[in-house]
């Protein structure tokens, strides 16, 4: 049996029913040389289910369980079991556009051979409207748009060659988020072409609503947040860069006029950005 060209790794904890709608979408794919790579992340059976469902729509789908639960972890785990030449990272509750994949695999066999591609999440509405590529030098300014596990797909050997995504970084952890920008960044550091394709199209929904500033709101924004202040000393960002991090989320809304929720939240967030920066710099080599 020959190997899929796409493994996507998808890792997963908590949710069901968000799976179906994703594999629905993978059903309704125009490219069908594919396979699903799910990294369970649960104590129990909840996924079968929808395992099964998900095969009796035509999907090949590999099941590997993985504790304790982390998300960066849980990728690397699919990494290692993918057998895709290209992989891909959903999580559990996005969804695909039906040509996605067949559009990431046309681009990947342009002549420029990129070794990563960003597509573009329609929802966010952040990622350019035309074809281009990130560098190192605006990547490092944090000057490119921000990479989401949902828009990045990238050449299996790239992935492996450096060393897939940093468990210290992510959903669960101390630095609560930044593994997919530190992937890149890592990737552009090691001479990876990585284009942008904005004809492939992913989904996942924003949320739109005012935020609020309760208690839980303000250490859940920290708690993400430290993940980019240790992305700042773990690449050894410019002083400028670090210190437009800190100050932008604060002055923002006092531009603004704008003392209140926004105000709160930016706060936290250039705390959160200090403890990683901190937190980063007493980490052992």
Same mark, same amino acid.
């Given at each position: 049996?020959?190997?899929?060209?796409?493994?996507?790794?998808?890792?997963?904890?908590?949710?069901?029913?968000?799976?179906?709608?994703?594999?629905?979408?993978?059903?309704?794919?125009?490219?069908?040389?594919?396979?699903?790579? %799910?990294?369970?992340?649960?104590?129990?059976?909840?996924?079968?289910?929808?395992?099964?469902?998900?095969?009796?729509?035509?999907?090949?789908?590999?099941?590997? #369980?993985?504790?304790?639960?982390?998300?960066?972890?849980?990728?690397?785990?699919?990494?290692?079991?993918?057998?895709?030449?290209?992989?891909?990272?959903?999580?559990?509750?996005?969804?695909?556009?039906?040509?996605?994949?067949?559009?990431?695999?046309?681009?990947?066999?342009?002549?420029?051979?990129?070794?990563?591609?960003?597509?573009?999440? %329609?929802?966010?509405?952040?990622?350019?409207?035309?074809?281009?590529?990130?560098?190192?030098?605006?990547?490092?300014?944090?000057?490119?748009?921000?990479?989401?596990?949902?828009?990045?797909?990238?050449?299996?050997?790239?992935?492996?060659?450096?060393?897939?995504?940093?468990?210290?970084?992510?959903?669960?952890?101390?630095?609560?988020?930044?593994?997919?920008?530190?992937?890149?960044?890592?990737?552009?550091?090691?001479?990876?072409?990585?284009?942008?394709?904005?004809?492939?199209?992913?989904?996942?929904?924003?949320?739109?609503?005012?935020?609020?500033?309760?208690?839980?709101? =303000?250490?859940?924004?920290?708690? =993400?947040?430290?993940?980019?202040?240790?992305?700042?000393? #773990?690449?050894?960002?410019?002083?400028?860069?670090?210190?437009?991090?800190?100050?932008?989320?604060?002055?923002?809304?006092?531009?603004?006029?704008?003392?209140?929720?926004?105000?709160?939240?930016?706060?936290?967030?250039?705390?959160?950005?200090?403890?990683?920066?901190?937190?980063?710099?007493?980490? #052992?080599?």
């Amino acid at each position: 049996m020959r190997h899929p060209e796409i493994s996507l790794i998808l890792a997963t904890v908590g949710r069901t029913d968000e799976l179906d709608r994703l594999f629905e979408s993978l059903a309704g794919q125009t490219y069908s040389n594919f396979d699903v790579v %799910v990294v369970d992340q649960n104590n129990d059976d909840r996924l079968q289910a929808h395992l099964d469902r998900a095969r009796y729509l035509g999907i090949a789908v590999r099941h590997l #369980k993985h504790h304790p639960p982390n998300l960066a972890a849980a990728r690397n785990a699919g990494i290692e079991a993918a057998q895709g030449k290209w992989l891909g990272f959903p999580d559990d509750d996005c969804w695909y556009d039906s040509r996605v994949l067949e559009r990431m695999a046309n681009r990947f066999a342009c002549v420029d051979k990129p070794a990563g591609l960003i597509v573009r999440w %329609v929802e966010a509405d952040e990622q350019p409207l035309a074809a281009s590529a990130l560098s190192w030098e605006r990547s490092r300014a944090f000057r490119d748009i921000p990479v989401s596990s949902i828009t990045l797909f990238c050449d299996r050997e790239l992935a492996r060659k450096i060393g897939g995504f940093d468990a210290r970084l992510g959903i669960g952890q101390w630095f609560g988020a930044g593994e997919e920008t530190d992937f890149v960044l890592r990737a552009l550091r090691n001479g990876a072409l990585i284009a942008y394709e904005p004809l492939a199209e992913v989904h996942h929904a924003v949320r739109s609503e005012a935020p609020e500033a309760t208690r839980q709101a =303000r250490l859940a924004v920290r708690h =993400r947040a430290r993940g980019t202040g240790a992305l700042y000393a #773990k690449h050894r960002l410019p002083a400028w860069v670090i210190a437009r991090g800190l100050a932008a989320p604060v002055l923002r809304p006092l531009l603004k006029g704008s003392f209140g929720a926004e105000l709160a939240l930016g706060i936290a967030t250039m705390l959160g950005r200090i403890d990683g920066l901190l937190g980063w710099r007493r980490i #052992k080599p």
